[in-house]
Structure formats: structure tokens, C-alpha cells
């Protein structure tokens, strides 16, 4: 498993890794509408093309292809976290999370939050993030539940 600095250039297979990782899950958490709605965000939300070209991010790659990545954006928030579907539950999540908290903490940043899916916040939580409350959302006219969570750098 190869990881590396995000580049724009990646920006493409990044969308294909979001798509497979929402079309992937279960649909006792997300139904098929639901997963429709979030996955074509790749595609219509010019905030995920910035927080592409602006953020700070790493991917991890086997062979070539990207199968996880993660970006901060704006500097204290991650604010895309996916898996490709057959790569979820393998440890990658982790390895990433590690990977933007140990350079938030190098950056001296006291703090980064997230809103975490109903999928997600659980290995947030097992990385001793804190939930600061559930929320609702709505994406084109779906309604979703997430997580506003909160994760305090220690500095030692």
C-alpha cells in the first residue's frame, strides 16, 4: 500500500473512489435514494472540487489505483474521508486518520472537527474524537443524519 500526497491531478479517481464508497454501503444505513443523492455530489458540488484544489490530503494506492483517501479542508476539518467499498473495514480509514491528525498536531492546530456519516463516526470515535451533536442534513432534497464531531490535539 503506497501512500502519498494528494495532487489535482488525482482529482478524477478521487471521484471514482467516493462514488464506489457511498454506492457500496449497506442499504439498511442508506437507502438507494440516499446513496444516489450523496454519490452524484462528486459530480455537482463545486465545494468538492475545492476541497480537492485547496485542501491538504493523502491517498493510498495498491498497484496504482487509489482506493482511500482523506483531505482537510479548510485546514482544521476533514472534510472528505472514503473507501473504496471492497477496501472498507481493512485498517485504511485508520492509517489516513493518523495521517491528517499527526500533521495537524506538526501544524500546531489545537483542534479539527468533521461531519461524520453514519458509517464513518464510529472509527472516529475509536480515535477518540467526541461527538458534538447529530444533525440533519439535506442533500438534493434527501434528507441525512451525520455527526459533528471534534477531535482536540494534544500538543506534548
Request: glycine share 6%; proline share 1%; with cysteine.
Amino acid at each position: 500500500m503506497n501512500l502519498r500526497q494528494i495532487t489535482i491531478k488525482d482529482q478524477l479517481e478521487l471521484k471514482k473512489v467516493y462514488f464506489d464508497s457511498i454506492q457500496s454501503l449497506d442499504e439498511k444505513t442508506y437507502c438507494q435514494e440516499q446513496k444516489r443523492a450523496w454519490s452524484s455530489q462528486a459530480w455537482d458540488n463545486p465545494n468538492f472540487d475545492k476541497s480537492i484544489f485547496k485542501g491538504k490530503g493523502w491517498l493510498l494506492s495498491d498497484q496504482g489505483i487509489i482506493i482511500a483517501f482523506a483531505i482537510r479542508y479548510p485546514n482544521n476539518k476533514i472534510s472528505l474521508f472514503y473507501c473504496k467499498g471492497k477496501y472498507q473495514r481493512q485498517g485504511y480509514g485508520s492509517r489516513l486518520l493518523h495521517k491528517l491528525e499527526g500533521d495537524a498536531k506538526k501544524e500546531g492546530l489545537a483542534s479539527l472537527s468533521t461531519e461524520a456519516s453514519l458509517i464513518s463516526y464510529k472509527l472516529f470515535l475509536k480515535n477518540e474524537w467526541e461527538i458534538i451533536r447529530k444533525e440533519k442534513v439535506i442533500i438534493n432534497n434527501i434528507f441525512f443524519e451525520r455527526y459533528k464531531m471534534i477531535k482536540i490535539i494534544k500538543i506534548n
